[in-house]
């Protein structure tokens, strides 16, 4: 029972182009979604994250979109640069649970 | 402020063998999380502690144990290992009051311990 879903394991994009990474979720009762961001040998790092009360967060080159009625949330990530190639994981917390996604290998082409 | 120290970083097990995994977490943290990493699967949540007490549990059999010490550290043990069980097993600190909850929204992780079974 995969409560959080990233369908797509890998995602390539060019170098001064936006990355998109999809995130889907089942438990309703989900109120605090995150992303974390994973290099090869290290433990991952926390992105970004957002409340369900509102729609939109922003930092910097990277914002987090929510539509709780599609149970969907995205990271977009303006410009892309060549550190941003890593695995990111979106989580989701809620009912005394923190459950994570599969992951996305993100890379960007220079 | 140091981070999260897990140790040790690699280890080679045999089928049936056991192992024990340790968990230094950030200064002043009292929860501490972990989790299983494999290909496909992503971050599985195993466990988390709080002051001594496990306070939520993963869908894993009860080879995965942990435990956590006055001092916060804590560590994960799996006995009667399978070829299944390799993966990078991974450890999160955070301020987490309430079970499940990451106030601050952030868990600290550590570099993890990847262990492999032949």
């Known amino acids: 029972d995969q409560q959080v879903k990233q369908n797509s394991p890998s995602l390539s994009v060019q170098e001064g182009r936006i990355s998109i990474l999809n995130c889907d979720y089942t438990n309703s009762m989900f109120d605090y979604f995150l992303w974390y961001k994973k290099y090869p040998a290290e433990g991952p790092t926390f992105l970004i994250s957002?409340?369900?009360?509102?729609d939109k967060n922003e930092d910097g080159r990277f914002t987090v979109f929510l539509n709780k009625s599609a149970k969907h949330l995205s990271l977009h990530i303006v410009p892309s640069q060549p550190g941003d190639s890593a695995v990111y994981f979106c989580?989701?917390?809620?009912?005394?649970?923190?459950?994570f996604g599969q992951g996305t290998r993100l890379t960007i082409n220079p | 402020k140091a981070g999260v120290t897990q140790t040790p970083r690699y280890l080679i097990k045999t089928r049936g063998q056991q192992v024990t995994l340790s968990c230094s977490p950030i200064s002043g943290h009292r929860s501490v999380s972990w989790y299983q990493q494999t290909p496909g699967q992503g971050l599985q949540f195993l466990f988390e502690y709080f002051s001594e007490t496990q306070r939520n549990k993963g869908n894993f059999p009860g080879r995965f144990s942990g435990r956590q010490f006055s001092n916060s550290r804590s560590e994960m043990n799996v006995s009667t290992l399978e070829l299944g069980d390799s993966a990078l097993y991974l450890c999160?600190?955070?301020?987490?009051?309430?079970?499940?909850?990451?106030?601050?929204?952030?868990?600290?992780f550590g570099e993890g311990s990847r262990l492999t079974v032949l």
């Open positions: 999160a600190s955070s301020l987490a009051l309430l079970a499940g909850v990451v106030d601050t929204g952030e868990l600290f």
């Open positions: 989580a989701a917390q809620g009912a005394q649970k923190l459950v």
């Open positions: 957002i409340s369900s009360i509102k």
